[in-house]
Every structure is written in structure tokens, then in C-alpha cells.
């Protein structure tokens, strides 16, 4: 067992004892998961992928991909993907990252002459539970990483159908807490928070996967159990290929990262995950009928997660467009070599 696995042992451990509903009904209300939080913190989780010279785990954007598939499985009710992505940011450009959760916006904003940043994310998932946020700003052909506290900027907040915390974020000739140069380019960080968001739902898959043959083995009708009835059995089939194929996605994405390849990441895994998550939540909701819609059940949590994340950080159609547009600018000879290379 690597490093990675045995992080991912350790999150699945704390979030199986912390995470419940109850703890998504007082997050959802508005309310921080502070004790999750602070045991997160205690772990190091957070600075996973922070070089080991500046005081983190120093791993790779692959060894970290079980870690980030945990959050997904458990729903995590707070921003620790985000956090993990927002300090590997911040100390890749020479800045020294602050404590407590981080939130990260994906807009790639204007930074004028004399360093004041301009611009809006109209949508920064968990914005209004963080003191801190990270975004990339671009002037000319230089792209920089910038950091900012909770009073910089105008932030309204957002109602999404996940019911975590989301906020729009305005700056105008803001100046930054601490600013870095970066090698990110013209799409910033949406490349890696799209990798994210679908290793994410890869998790979220696995824990629909489990709920499904769960209740498929205990829910009886017609004196048997719904499981035995070819249907359910061929739906939960499909739902498992759905969950292996966004898996696979993911960690064939955090490879590219690894080999500074982001966009081509993004362009993959977040096309394959969205396709599954849209599959994998309409497949769940059909097996536990009525009930998965209930406030009491579990299984809404998860499935509101997975339309949530499949929309962040770009859709499956608007990456698919970019694969589709590289590939056609590449010519036709380009494109067997760029699939199997």
C-alpha cells in the first residue's frame, strides 16, 4: 500500500465516523462542519500535494486521486478538495498558504498594471465559508496565482441544488493579499478543479453503486428480493461500468497533470464523468424508486452532489467541444497517434 492509499484508509475511516445525514442537514442550513474540519486539518490531509520542503506530504496529483475520490464517496460536507487544490496553487507559485479552508475560483481574471485585479466568477463553490480564496489572473501572455481574504472583493450568495455554500464573486482594481507568478496559462485552475470534480463524482458513483446492490438485497417485492429481477440487475450493471469508466477517467487524468498536461486532463476525465454522472443518478433513483426522493433517505444527498459537480468547472458538453476542436485542429493523421500515445 502506497502513501496515497493509506490517506485515503484514514479519510474513509474519520468520514465514515463524522459524515451522516445529520451533519449534511446542519451544513445544508448553513452551519460549518467545524469538528470534521479541524480532524482533516490534524491528519495533514490538506497539504497532500504541498512540496515536502515547504511542510506538506509532497505527492502526486496521482497519489492523491483515492484521497479525492473519498471525499466524493462520502460527500464530504466541507471544502477539503478544494483547500488541497488552493495550497498546491498557492506554494507552486511561491505563496505562502494560510490555514483553514480555501476557496478556489476557476475565472482566469485581468490584472491591470498597477497589480489591482479585476473581474467575476459568477459561481465559487463553499466562498462564503472560507476566510480565504485562490484564483489565477492573466496580464498579457503572463498568467499569476493570487490570494485573497473573505473582506476583499463583493460576494453575493449563490442557491445551487448541492445546498453547500456558494457565492458570486466580484472584483473591481482589487489589490491582492499575496500575488505569485504561475506556468498555469489562459485556463487557470478550471483544468485541475475539473479533474477534481471528476474524481469527485467517480466517488459519488462507487457510494450509489453500494446504496443500489444494498437495497437491491433487502428490498423484497413479490416475495424476493428486487435484486433477483434481471432489470434491477442489468441496471445495476450498467451503473457499475458508468462508475469504473469515470475511475478510470479520473486517474488517467491526474497522471496528465503529473505530466503538466492539464488540459488534456480536463478534456477527458470531466467528458467521461459527466456522461456517468447523468447515467449513474438517473439508474439510482430508478432502482429505489419513491423513496430515494425523501428527505429521510440518504441517497438524494449524494445524487444532488453528482449534478452539482457535473456542472462545475465546465460541462461534459463544453469539454467535449474542446477534445473535438483540438482534435480537428490536430488534422485526422493526429488522431489515433493522440489516443493511443
Known amino acids: 500500500m502506497n502513501i496515497g492509499d493509506m490517506l485515503a484508509e484514514q479519510m474513509d475511516r474519520l468520514f465514515s465516523e463524522s459524515v451522516n445525514r445529520d451533519l449534511f442537514i446542519q451544513v ?37 486521486e483515492a484521497a479525492l475520490r473519498s471525499i466524493g464517496r462520502h460527500g464530504s460536507p466541507v471544502p477539503l478538495a478544494e483547500t488541497m487544490l488552493a495550497q498546491w496553487a498557492l506554494t507552486s507559485a511561491n505563496i505562502e498558504a494560510p490555514a483553514g479552508p480555501i476557496a478556489v475560483s476557476t475565472q482566469c481574471f485581468e490584472l491591470a498594471a498597477d ?24 496580464r498579457g501572455s503572463e498568467y499569476f496565482v493570487f490570494l485573497l481574504d473573505q473582506k476583499q472583493g463583493d460576494c453575493q ?45 467517480a466517488g459519488a458513483l462507487e457510494q450509489l453503486l453500494a446504496l443500489s446492490v444494498e437495497y437491491g438485497n433487502t428490498r423484497e417485492q413479490f416475495g424476493r428480493p428486487i435484486g433477483k ?34 488540459q488534456r486532463a480536463a478534456m477527458i476525465a470531466k467528458t467521461r464523468a459527466g456522461a456517468a454522472a447523468g447515467i449513474g443518478a438517473e439508474i439510482a433513483h430508478q432502482v429505489f ?16 452532489r453528482l449534478w452539482q459537480w457535473r456542472s462545475e468547472a465546465g460541462s461534459e458538453h463544453w469539454w467535449a467541444e474542446q477534445l473535438g476542436s483540438q482534435a480537428i485542429a490536430s488534422g485526422g493523421d493526429a488522431l489515433w497517434p493522440s489516443i493511443t500515445g
Not at 165 to 187: D, M, R
Not at 230 to 248: E, F, G, P, R
Open 289 to 304: 424508486g419513491a423513496i430515494g426522493f425523501t428527505d429521510e433517505h440518504s441517497l438524494h444527498y449524494f445524487t444532488r
Open 28 to 64: 445544508e442550513a448553513g452551519q460549518s462542519a467545524t469538528q470534521l474540519w479541524n480532524a482533516l486539518e490534524a491528519l495533514g490531509i490538506t497539504t497532500a500535494l504541498v512540496n515536502e520542503d515547504l511542510g506538506g506530504a509532497g505527492l502526486s496529483w496521482a497519489d492523491t
Open 115 to 138: 497589480n489591482t485585479i479585476s473581474g467575476t466568477d459568477r459561481q465559487v463553490s463553499w466562498l462564503p465559508a472560507c476566510e480565504y480564496r485562490v484564483a489565477t489572473a492573466h
Open 157 to 201: 450568495a449563490n442557491q445551487t441544488i448541492a445546498r453547500e455554500p456558494s457565492a458570486q464573486i466580484s472584483l473591481q482594481a482589487v489589490t491582492p493579499k499575496s500575488i505569485g507568478a504561475c506556468n498555469l496559462g489562459a485556463q487557470g485552475l478550471l483544468p485541475h478543479m475539473a479533474t477534481v470534480r471528476s474524481i469527485q463524482i
Open 229 to 262: 429481477f434481471q432489470a434491477i440487475q442489468h441496471a445495476i450493471a450498467i451503473l457499475a461500468t458508468q462508475t469504473a469508466a469515470a475511475q478510470v477517467g479520473g486517474l488517467y487524468a491526474c497522471r496528465q497533470i503529473d505530466a503538466n498536461n492539464a
